[in-house]
């Protein structure tokens, strides 16, 4: 950290938003001038890696400085534990916290949200004192229970479904203001600050306000195109291109929306003086597929849509412009610590793990990347700082709802297969390479094949071998490769292993009867 380093931080992740439906990015639709008006004083970064395809560990890993496979929240084990967070730390520093969300999994019962003094996940259905205390003893029984999980993931599902159309009567647009109005009253009344705040507009299902539905999808009925991407994963529905497009136009409207709020909020901050004294980051956890490689949404995959994600920094030691270097968004936890002067590392019960700064992994810092001087044990750091890496394990909440959308249409889906599959990637800007439990692994020449047709996996190519063994080195470091399959089986046979506390919090929701 500097003298002129600000002292508040504004961190800003818009859920499910692709980079290439951005202005900044060069998107030929004029979604968000918002933030193009920004990226002119922000650092834009070409090539930001996410961690994972999906909400719950990329978030984990922003908050924790961590793996997926390190801190183990993800598809699995659906909840942060033994690990201490960003805002615990920043907390225990002095600093006012607060985030501010309406995504389902970003909530005191998944643990993201321990450490800040102030949260709202806008999660009506599910107010946050009871999601802090009982039902969060009932999420963790539930996870821990291979029978029980799919339980679990009908809390979310029907969570998500609920809040989308109770919770405001508008979709998720209709939280975002709210979120943005509690994270100004948060900034008005703080002195040192962390915000964190998730923006949920652009996730499925797409039903964006009027105003912005008009202008991107101009006579497009949202309840008569497909807002299940389970369906179409599954064979169990097609779409046109007409269809695609209208999807696309509504996908649109949704970040146009995002655009709008964030713009106000950062006019807010410049006409009470308090922007030069905010870093601003401004990211997606992850992109969105509408078609490509035979894909509906973020799940099953690790291609470039999903998880090379926009990103955007504004702080006085950035040189601002485009940067086409290689970045992670695992990086982000150690940049705002360095951007507040915070160490970290000091675990807040005893037995957590507890990352402390290290400023290789810092965007600010003179030696970025330079990991040959890493501090930390870290097995991303075990190269040379080119690579970035990917995880996915087995997709055990989409597979339920997959598998109940292609039964009843009478489809079988293959074992063997992508949707059962465990995946990890090694990327660098030229080239990637996922290696897949289940189907063979995938490899790309991303400068000469972007939109990663040619699968090179089994090619002598001098660029895949590299990257391969950057992979393999990972996943040593890791505890090795996924090379053995798990089982199929994610069905929930009974209740009979839940507790009578369990029970009775899912009978108050109206999951059993």
């Given amino acids: 950290m500097t003298a002129e380093s600000p002292e508040n931080v504004l961190f800003v992740v818009m859920d499910t938003v692709r980079k290439d439906h951005l202005t900044p990015y060069g998107y030929d639709r004029p979604t968000t001038p918002g933030l193009a008006e920004f990226a002119e004083e922000a650092t834009v970064f070409e090539q930001a890696v996410a961690p994972a395809p999906w909400t719950l560990p990329v978030h984990a890993s922003l908050f924790t400085g961590m793996y997926p496979s390190q801190h183990g929240a993800d598809q699995e084990r659906p909840y942060l534990e033994g690990a201490t967070t960003l805002a615990q730390t920043l907390s225990a520093a002095g600093y006012d916290t607060a985030c501010y ?61 609920a809040h989308e159309y109770l919770a405001g ?73 007409e269809e695609w497009e209208d999807i696309r136009g509504l996908y649109d409207a949704e970040i146009a929306h995002i655009d709008d709020q964030l713009t106000r909020l950062f006019d807010h901050l410049k006409e009470t003086g308090q922007w030069d004294d905010t870093m601003v980051v401004v990211c997606a956890d992850h992109g969105e597929l509408h ?53 970290g590392g000091t675990p807040a019960s005893p037995g957590e793990t507890s990352v402390k700064l290290d400023r290789t992994r810092s965007l600010l810092s003179d030696t970025y990347r330079e990991f040959a001087q890493a501090t930390n044990d870290d097995p991303g750091q075990r190269l040379d700082g080119e690579y970035a890496f990917v995880e996915y394990s087995r997709p055990v909440v989409e597979l339920k709802q997959l598998e109940e959308k292609a039964a009843k249409a009478n489809i079988v889906i293959p074992e063997d297969s992508r949707f059962y599959s465990r995946m990890r990637s090694a990327r660098r ?22 939109g990663e047709q040619e699968n090179l996996a089994d090619s002598d190519n001098e660029r895949i071998a590299e990257v391969e063994s950057a992979l393999s080195k990972f996943e040593s470091a890791v505890g090795g490769a996924w090379t053995d399959a798990l089982g199929t089986d994610v069905s929930d046979d009974s209740v009979e292993q839940m507790d009578d506390e369990a029970q009775q919090r899912l009978r108050d929701l109206g999951y059993l009867e």
């Avoid at 939280?175 to 900034?187: E, G, R, S």
């Avoid at 690790?302 to 970045?327: A, C, F, S, T, W």
Wanted: hydrophobic share 35%; charged share 25%; proline share 6%.
């Fill in 101 to 161: 969300s309406s995504n389902a999994w970003i909530t005191p019962y998944t643990h993201l949200t321990d450490g800040f003094g102030d949260q709202d996940n806008f999660f009506e259905v599910m107010p946050g004192d009871f999601l802090s205390g009982p039902l969060a003893k009932a999420w963790k029984t539930m996870n821990d229970n291979q029978t029980l999980r799919a339980l679990a993931d009908k809390l979310v599902s029907l969570g998500n479904t």
């Fill in 169 to 241: 009567g508008e979709g998720a647009d209709s939280k975002t203001p709210a979120v943005i109005d509690h994270t100004i009253d948060f900034i008005d009344n703080s002195g040192k600050s962390f915000a964190f705040i998730n923006l949920m507009d652009a996730h499925l299902p797409y039903h964006p306000p009027k105003k912005y539905a008009e202008k991107f999808a101009p006579g497009v009925d949202s309840t008569a195109v497909c807002q299940n991407s389970k369906e179409y994963n599954s064979g169990a529905y097609e779409i046109e291109e």
């Fill in 291 to 343: 078609g490509e490689h035979g894909l509906y949404g973020h799940e099953f995959c690790l291609y470039d849509p999903l998880i090379n994600v926009p990103l955007m920094v504004k702080h006085p030691n950035l040189d601002g412009g485009r940067r086409e270097d290689q970045v992670e968004l695992v990086d982000l936890y150690h940049t705002v610590l360095d951007a507040l002067g915070v160490e």
């Fill in 429 to 450: 800007p030229d080239a990637k390479y996922t290696r897949i439990d289940r189907i063979a692994d995938e490899a790309y020449l991303l400068d000469n094949d972007p």
